[in-house]
């Protein structure tokens, strides 16, 4: 059974910092791509990284880019996004998810979603 579970989640005040890991269990990370994701209120869920399985090619949507830093420890089933001068317009649920083989940032094409963390950006 694929298990995925978020954390690192919380309340930071705007330009502050955090670190998003998710753990993956039921399975064997390297064969696949992980994508991060977020959805705020109201708001539909968008793609905000992701990386490949095979040589950790890294993508991010404009509104991340120079802020966000994804990773994977395959040999610990991990995942990490590093979130740097945090800004109000990013608190959301960040979710974690898995699909085979190539990288998108397309929700709809991946097979396995964590539960999410709640992120708050607020003073």
């Known amino acids: 059974q694929v298990q995925l579970v978020e954390s690192g989640g919380g309340l930071v005040q705007p330009g502050g910092s955090l670190r998003l890991s998710c753990a993956a269990s039921g399975l064997t990370l390297d064969y696949y791509a992980i994508g991060w994701f977020r959805q705020a209120p109201g708001k539909e869920r968008e793609g905000v990284s992701c990386i490949s399985s095979l040589h950790g090619s890294t993508h991010y949507a404009d509104s991340v880019k120079g802020r966000f830093t994804i990773s994977r420890d395959n040999a610990n089933n991990m995942a990490y996004i590093q979130m740097n001068s945090l800004k109000p317009e990013d608190t959301a649920v960040y979710y974690c998810?898995?699909?085979?083989?190539?990288?998108?940032?397309?929700?709809?094409?991946?097979?396995?979603w964590g539960q999410g963390t709640q992120v708050t950006v607020s003073s």
């Open positions: 998810a898995l699909k085979p083989a190539t990288m998108t940032l397309r929700p709809e094409e991946y097979d396995y």
